[in-house]
Structure formats: C-alpha cells, structure tokens
C-alpha cells in the first residue's frame, strides 16, 4: 500500500527565511503528487502538483517543490516566508492504480512563521 | 461562484444520535468524498462516489452512510455506531480520475457531548 511521510511535524521559522517542508513517498508504479494548505478552521486548497514532465513544479503563493523518483521525495521549499504563509501543509499522493482519484494524506507539517 | 459548501460549520450531538452532514457542489463534479481529520493524523477517507447512485467505502467507513441521488450532493450520516465522532469532517470533489485536483469544502466540525 502506498504511503506518504511527512518529516516534520513542526517547522517554525522567521520571516523572510527560507524554508524546506520535506515530503517522502513509497510507490512502487508511478504517482502524481500534489501539496495542500489548511488555514485554521478551513477547507485544503492545492498549492501545486507534479503530474509529468519538469521535475520543478511553481505553485501559487510562491512555493515550488521538486519531484525526486530515485529517492521517492517531493519537497516544498519557498525562498521567503510571510506571516501569512502559517497554516498547516499536507503532501498526497494519487494511486495511477487504484481506478479512481484516490489521494492519500500525509500527516502533516505545521508551519510557524515568526517575526 | 463554483465551489463546495458544507453545513453546518459547527455541529454538537449527544451521544447514540445520529447526525447528517450536508454536502453540496455546483463544479458539475462527478466524483465526491468524505474525510476525517484528526489532529496529527492528517485526512482519512470515509466514502467516495465517483458517479451518481453508486459510492464505495473509504479506509474507515465502519459507523458512517452516505447517498448520492443528485449529482450535486452527497451527505453524510454519522450514526450512533460511530464510536469517536468527534472530528473535522472535510467534503471535496473532483472531475473523477487520477490526477485531478481534489476541491475541498470548509468542514464541518462535529463535537459529541
């Protein structure tokens, strides 16, 4: 069964810092991967997602992440963080087999930005 | 404006209750699903539904029920045999098969007293 691992459960930063949430995978057939953001209290909405193509995916808000296949990584990174950008990310997969949009969540990295 | 709604946003229920969680998406979506969110444990499925009149079990259906009569709504029943109700329940759509974004509603955030 494929399975998403979330590295950090919190990751607290200053603004305007740079910051890496990392993002792990086990897929034995091909995957797209997606990262989601959860503000407090509210629904998720898709930061990016790496479906084919350029291993580099931009996302909105300015976060971009990198799709590794050899070593089953997808990791968000954004230059410089806002305040704004607190909330709590959540790295998914999508089963190419499962015959339906089947997403799998990772648990989740909850992100502090500080000023 | 197209989207997802779920309501209500708060909801309390005395234990052996059962409650229903309403769903609604003018995306023109085929494909619905509920999730569970509990603190540290990220989203788990419940039921999805890829078409009208049809939905399957997720990876924790046990004490939940839901419907799709309408392509637009797909609500969801916890029953009295759901033994910890209490959680974050996330409602979202898609155009249906793989690769496609999951959209996903605001929550509805049920507590039993």
């Known amino acids: 069964a494929q399975s998403v691992t979330q590295l950090d459960s919190q990751v607290p930063v200053f603004e305007e810092a740079p910051v890496e949430l990392r993002c792990n995978y086990s897929s034995s057939v091909s995957v797209y991967l997606f990262w989601y953001v959860q503000y407090p209290n509210q629904g998720l909405q898709l930061l990016l997602k790496?479906?084919?193509?350029?291993?580099l995916v931009k996302g909105i808000n300015g976060f971009e992440a990198e799709f590794n296949k050899s070593q089953t990584s997808f990791h968000l990174r954004k230059p410089s963080v806002h305040i704004s950008d607190t909330a709590e990310y959540f790295c998914a997969v999508s089963d190419l087999a499962g015959g339906y949009n089947k997403l799998i969540f990772g648990a989740g990295t909850r992100l502090a930005v500080h000023p | 404006d197209g989207g997802i709604t779920q309501s209500p946003k708060y909801l309390f229920r005395k234990e052996g209750q059962n409650v229903t969680l309403s769903c609604e998406q003018n995306?023109?979506?085929?494909?619905m699903y509920w999730y569970r969110q509990d603190p540290g444990q990220g989203l788990r499925l419940i039921y999805y539904?890829?078409?009208?009149?049809?939905?399957q079990k997720g990876d924790i259906a046990e004490g939940y029920s839901v419907s799709r009569e309408k392509k637009e709504s797909f609500p969801l029943t916890v029953t009295s045999a759901q033994k910890n109700p209490t959680a974050f329940y996330l409602c979202?759509?898609?155009?249906?098969?793989?690769?496609?974004?999951?959209?996903f509603g605001p929550g509805t955030r049920l507590t039993v007293l």
């Open positions: 979202a759509s898609s155009l249906g098969g793989s690769g496609y974004e999951q959209f």
């Open positions: 995306l023109n979506h085929d494909a």
């Open positions: 790496y479906l084919s193509g350029s291993t």
């Open positions: 539904s890829q078409i009208v009149n049809d939905f």
